[in-house]
């Protein structure tokens, strides 16, 4: 079984800050890992992934991730924060096979609210 | 464009009554799955399903149905035994494995219902 962890449900920054949102997971095989972006009153949006290839992943909106397997974390960073990244994110966590239907298993998620 | 649709954006209905919210794909996704998002709570999987005419239960399924009987399409009925009917969901989509995917699921707009 998969489970994720996301530290602080809500963080703060000021616009031009680096946005650090830490995921922490636990899975008992090689996960695949995902960050999603929600706004108010949206569907997600998937931000980028992880699938076993390169352990730094960019995404969309000048985001990026590292899969660090010793520290069990896929951290979401973007060196310079905009007013449009004030939204919800998630970090979720699968197995990379077929079984159980390959359910993401989502973290609480974190509100980013961005200071001018 | 390819996507996912879910109607109506808002729905109001009065408590006992049973309500079905629609969830349709284009994207000729194999599975299927329906959350439910309530605040501070992230995401919570109701149902899945892999293939038409074939689905199972989530983490949260009491007191709710779904169906599959066109690839494109699979519906939540929220019924009258579900005790906290009021709340944000969201459909989503994603690729068989035959088509190359790793496990990225795509989401709808969602809808948001109250029950009063």
């Known amino acids: 079984a998969q489970s994720v962890t996301q530290l602080g449900s809500h963080v703060s920054v000021s616009e031009g800050a680096l946005v650090l949102l830490r995921c922490n997971y636990s899975s008992s095989v090689p996960p695949y890992l995902f960050w999603y972006v929600q706004y108010p009153n949206q569907g997600l949006q998937l931000l980028l992934k992880y699938t076993s290839a390169a352990t730094l992943v960019k995404g969309i909106n000048g985001f990026e991730a590292e899969f660090k397997k010793s520290e069990t974390s896929f951290h979401l960073t973007k060196p310079s924060a905009h007013m449009s990244d004030a939204a919800e994110y998630f970090c979720a966590v699968s197995a990379p096979t077929t079984a159980a239907g390959n359910k993401l298993t989502f973290g609480g998620g974190t509100r980013v609210l961005v200071k001018p | 464009d390819g996507g996912i649709t879910q109607s109506p954006k808002y729905l109001f209905r009065k408590e006992g009554q049973n309500v079905t919210l629609s969830c349709e794909q284009n994207?000729?996704?194999?599975?299927m799955y329906w959350y439910r998002q309530d605040p501070g709570q992230g995401l919570r999987l109701i149902y899945y399903?892999?293939?038409?005419?074939?689905?199972q239960k989530g983490d949260i399924a009491e007191g709710y149905s779904v169906s599959r009987e066109k690839k494109e399409s699979f519906p939540l009925t929220v019924t009258s035994a579900q005790k906290n009917p009021t709340a944000f969901y969201l459909c989503a989509s994603r690729r068989g494995f035959g088509q190359g995917a790793s496990n990225e699921q795509y989401f709808g707009p969602g809808t948001r219902l109250t029950v009063t």
């Open positions: 399903s892999q293939i038409v005419n074939d689905f």
């Open positions: 994207l000729n996704h194999d599975a």
